[in-house]
């Protein structure tokens, strides 16, 4: 009888490890996707010209104007983008410099129905056919100080899923 309970004993203490190493670990799966858009291009179609301006006055061109700039976006319809635009750059002629502020409108195709888009916001591409456009207006200063001659710079709009 001895012998049965220390072989009965011995059994338990080896099949002790066994149980705590099931009880120490665990698993578990995760669900790996992926939602594939069409690639998102940005085409420039006007660039913003201010046309003449006298010393020592102001300029401004609305986004709804004709010499605003434009772009046109093109992506995965029915998507949102984010809008990014510095808030100011500087015109120079390679001597003076004049500081340009942006007034930045967008809508689906439509210039004369853009609103005011803010530099980090987000729009909806078309949910047709993927487009959205974007006008650069804006304003500048010119001080009385300054060379006469052309003043330019370049503005970078950004979109991106």
Do not use: C
């Not at 799966?29 to 006055?57: E, Q, R």
């Amino acid at each position: 009888m001895r012998r049965v309970v220390l072989s009965l004993a011995a059994a338990a203490t080896l099949g002790l490890p066994a149980a705590a190493d099931a009880q120490i670990s665990a698993s578990e799966d995760a669900t790996v996707s992926a939602t594939i858009v069409a690639a998102l291009t940005l085409t420039k179609n006007a660039d913003l010209d201010f046309g003449p301006v006298s010393l020592g006055s102001s300029a401004n061109v609305a986004f709804t104007d004709a010499a605003a700039a434009n772009w046109l976006a093109d992506g995965e319809p029915n998507t949102s983008v984010t809008v990014t635009y510095p808030a100011s750059i500087n015109l120079s002629n390679g001597t003076d410099v004049i500081a340009f502020t942006p007034d930045m409108g967008a809508h689906v195709d439509t210039q004369g129905s853009a609103a005011s888009v803010a530099s980090g916001a987000t729009v909806t591409l078309d949910g047709t056919n993927g487009e959205h456009q974007f006008w650069l207006g804006g304003g500048i200063t010119v001080g009385g100080g300054l060379s006469t001659g052309v003043y330019s710079g370049l503005f970078n709009l950004t979109v991106e899923y």
